[in-house]
């Protein structure tokens, strides 16, 4: 049967101070009412029961998962002890989900993406799974792209899909340069690499002993121990951390591509966030008690009670709130994640 | 005897929120560890005593007056019910001092310029003196211009001095275009208006009497009414809000003007502020819980505990206090008065 993991134990700073340590994106409502992993999980749960709907976090974020009431129900949220990367991770949920259902399927979603066209991505999900049911094997999904982004890992898809509609995989690619981007994007046959990914429990767990074979050692040992046992943070600590992609898939010669033409986003910084976000006539997102003269093209989001102004400037990103304050050329909002670490080192001198 | 009047009533908005109606630029230590009230004040005592220094200021500022300790006598401090602009508020002074000193000469200087050379500054007000003891009539101070201002006021001098070392004034002119300015600063006869004084104070009456019969009347009525006298404020309020220069200096043909050669600025906002402040190599004034990465000729202070990280910007202003938070293109932040403005109106909506 289907199963949905959600990774959901990230902890991104490339949004900070909106996103910290404390608080990764997947529990902010980002773009709405709603934290991005609730909606995750609204998404799964369409065509996915809630009972085989799982959430892989950290023991650190237990609590925020907790505290949003999914509906999840809490023997299908797996802690991780601590982060490992998604390979150990993938393999933790694997291990869980074959003692409860022997020939379960996962579809594997990060928790952070967002996708508006539900029943585009359940109709990606449905060739996926039929494409395992028939050939086996690891299905990737490659998101068709709206622009030649730099900031996102490619796949080469063969130029025809096979009888499942799935494509053969040619190649994964790095995050490319501009000019590579662009040929790639003219090209028509490479994909953004998504990380959502379907395959049988038993199937990865065999590219374990394969690929990554001290990992299904240590997983093995794993699924005999439960998550309350002692030795299960010393297990899961000596796993290398190592991403699925690194560690799996790039190594796989059985692996195909769904290929998805919705709106796909991984909300990966401001510039994305500002994309994506309601903008009034000017291009600029406002949130707060923030006053606008001469601005254009810019994200400000403001949570403090005090005025802010933001005068005569452009494609600025304007972040306030009780952790600090971000303001930035929304092109080089990415090194928030600077301004995050030097925060945290900082926060003893406040 | 030579009086030193300061003119303490203002309320800039410009530096908003550094400055705000409750705290006005006077009072704040903008380049240093003092206000730039009490840098006047000591200016001023350097060569005049402090019994003869007064400041003039308004009821509502009087506390942050006091509060200064500038070692002003509490009777030299004269209160305006209300602010009149210049001229009722030096009407009031050169009534006062004249009671206490019938030969006064009053040096006008508001409380909120900057001037780093105290000596040449000192020499210019003695060229004054002695031209108003040989000649009488008004003497204005002219700023020889470093740039061609357009936030000024400019003052076309007679291409020679006369006897006295001072300049016959051949017009006041308004704060010109860019074009006009240049051509100002290149022609060598134009001086920055300073708004700066010497004069007698019965010659600033008489010249009431001709210029601003009305208010000359009410002047002589408050010459005899104390300042505690309940009709002081209603007399005071009865006087037309105006200014010194259009209300007596344009119409006046006894106008000397001496040349001042110093560093002198009105810190009138934040372009100001930036040109004067401190800064680091990369041209940056940065003062707080900061961090700068990628930013060049810009102004950043906060007085914040949170971590504020400005990234990607240049010639930025931005300021983080308790009355709220200014990110301004720095060319275009003499709009921070459209941000106070807006944020007195929803002070109540916080």
Redesign the interface.
Do not use: F, Y
């Given at each position: 049967m289907l199963h949905a993991v959600i990774l959901a134990g990230g902890g991104g700073t490339r949004l900070?101070?909106l996103s910290t340590a404390a608080r990764p994106k997947q529990y902010l409502p980002l773009t709405g009412q709603k934290s991005i992993l609730e909606m995750t999980v609204e998404r799964a749960s369409s065509f996915v029961p809630l009972d085989r709907i799982w959430i892989v976090t950290t023991q650190e974020q237990m609590p925020l998962v907790e505290a949003l009431g999914t509906g999840v129900p809490s023997e299908n949220i797996l802690r991780e002890p601590m982060g490992r990367n998604t390979a150990p991770c993938i393999g933790l949920a694997s291990v869980r989900l074959r003692e409860r259902d022997q020939d379960a399927t996962m579809l594997v979603l990060p928790a952070d993406h967002l996708i508006r066209d539900v029943d585009a991505f359940q109709s990606c999900v449905n060739t996926a799974v039929e494409h395992t049911e028939a050939e086996g094997g690891l299905v990737t999904f490659g998101i068709t792209p709206s622009r030649p982004e730099t900031g996102y890992g490619y796949i080469h898809a063969a130029a025809e899909p096979g009888p499942s509609g799935a494509y053969t995989v040619v190649a994964f690619k790095e995050k490319p340069d501009a000019a590579t981007a662009l040929q790639f994007v003219k090209s028509g046959d490479y994909f953004w690499n998504s990380g959502m990914f379907v395959w049988k429990a038993a199937t990865i767990l065999d590219m374990f002993a394969s690929c990554l074979p001290t990992h299904h050692s240590i997983l093995s040992t794993i699924g005999a121990v439960g998550d309350g046992d002692a030795r299960f943070a010393e297990l899961y600590g000596s796993m290398e951390a190592i991403s699925i992609d690194y560690g799996i898939l790039e190594h796989a010669d059985n692996v195909a591509m769904v290929r998805g033409d919705f709106d796909w986003s991984d909300v990966g910084g401001f510039e994305e966030l500002q994309r994506i976000s309601e903008k009034d006539e000017e291009g600029n997102h406002v949130e707060g008690?923030v006053?606008l003269?001469?601005v254009t093209d810019s994200y400000v989001k403001?949570s403090?009670?005090?005025?802010?102004?933001?005068?005569?400037?452009e494609g600025?990103t304007?972040v306030?709130n009780?952790?600090?304050?971000?303001?930035?050329?929304t092109?080089?909002?990415q090194?928030?994640k600077?301004?995050s670490q030097?925060?945290n080192e900082?926060a003893g001198?406040?």
């Open positions: 900070w101070p008690h006053l003269e001469g403001s403090d009670p005090r005025p802010v102004a933001v005068i005569g400037l600025v304007v306030v009780e952790d600090g304050i971000l303001i930035s050329r092109t080089e909002s090194k928030a600077l301004a030097w925060s900082n001198k406040k």
